[in-house]
């Protein structure tokens, strides 16, 4: 099982992540991206983690 995270202060909401999740899991509130969904949904492909310019997402295996 894996989770995805995203570290708010790391964020600068660009939005990047959003889209390529296969989950859609990701989605932009106040300028910044976070969890919409049950983050143990994640599929672990890490696209997010690949996308971000700033190394917010993060994925782990729980």
Known sequence: ??????????CEGCGACVDPCPASLLE???GKAQVAGDA???MGCETCVEVCPTGAATVQEV
């Open 1 to 10: 099982m894996f989770m995805v995270s995203i570290d708010v202060d790391k």
């Open 28 to 30: 932009l509130v106040d």
């Open 40 to 42: 143990a949904d994640c």
